[in-house]
């Protein structure tokens, strides 16, 4: 079945430190790959998404994603963490335009002033 | 900016007792979905609907679990008799038909008590 792995489920940083947060999926075909953002007691925000083309996107508040197929990976990076990163952020994938979303478990990041 | 809304935020109901969650998605979304998120766990996904019908379900959504779309706006997801266990948040999310991102509410704390 296919499944998203995100190592870590919480990770701590220092305030100005780099963010980064692995995502693996298991696919023999890349699929479409998400990150979302969920601060507390809110629901899931887009952080970024690759569909096809360049294999680092950047999206909202400084985070980035680079999709490396032999790696089966999209690590999300940010280089300079800030207090309000503080949230959970989820990894998903989908397979087709239309298709569902599968979600890894989450990773909860800490900043730590 | 456009927004998927979800009415309501917290729903506590008896243990037995019909709940429906509402969700208006995006206005020229025609994609939409329900997901759940118990506490602690991942973001699961339940049902995907299209053109007024089921496009795909999950091994969760049995038949205690309906979707209707009753009129342009609403999408709403149904529980028949709600069971300990379906406490959760639910997540309604679209999606327009030329976009592989999907688009999600603030969701409804469901408590079955």
């Known amino acids: 079945a296919q499944s998203v792995t995100q190592l870590g489920s919480h990770v701590s940083v220092s305030e100005g430190a780099l963010v980064l947060l692995r995502c693996n999926y298991s696919?023999?075909?890349?699929?479409?790959l998400f990150w979302y953002v969920q601060y507390p007691n809110q629901g899931l925000q887009l952080l970024l998404k690759?569909?096809?083309?360049?294999?680092l996107v950047k999206g909202i508040n400084g985070f980035e994603a680079e999709f490396k197929k032999s790696e089966t990976s999209f690590h999300l990076t940010k280089p300079s963490a800030h207090m309000s990163d503080a949230a959970e952020y989820f990894c998903?994938?989908?397979?087709?335009?239309?298709?569902?979303?599968?979600f890894g478990q989450g990773t909860e990041l800490s900043v730590k002033p | 900016e456009p927004e998927v809304t979800q009415t309501p935020s917290h729903q506590v109901t008896q243990m037995g007792q019909e709940v429906i969650l509402r969700c208006v998605p995006i206005?020229?979304?025609?994609?939409f979905y329900w997901y759940r998120q118990i506490l602690g766990q991942k973001v699961e996904f339940l049902v995907s609907?299209?053109?007024?019908?089921?496009?795909?379900k999950s091994e969760i959504f049995d038949d205690q679990f309906s979707v209707e779309r009753p009129d342009g706006s609403n999408f709403t997801l149904k529980i028949r008799s709600t069971k300990l266990e379906d406490s959760a948040m639910y997540f309604c999310?679209?999606?327009?038909?030329?976009?592989?991102?999907?688009?999600f509410g603030q969701g409804t704390r469901l408590t079955v008590v």
């Open positions: 998903a994938v989908s397979y087709n335009q239309g298709g569902k979303l599968i």
């Open positions: 999310a679209s999606r327009e038909s030329g976009g592989p991102e999907a688009f």
């Open positions: 696919s023999s075909v890349p699929p479409y």
């Open positions: 609907f299209y053109n007024n019908e089921i496009s795909e």
């Open positions: 206005s020229n979304h025609l994609y």
């Open positions: 690759y569909t096809t083309g360049a294999t």
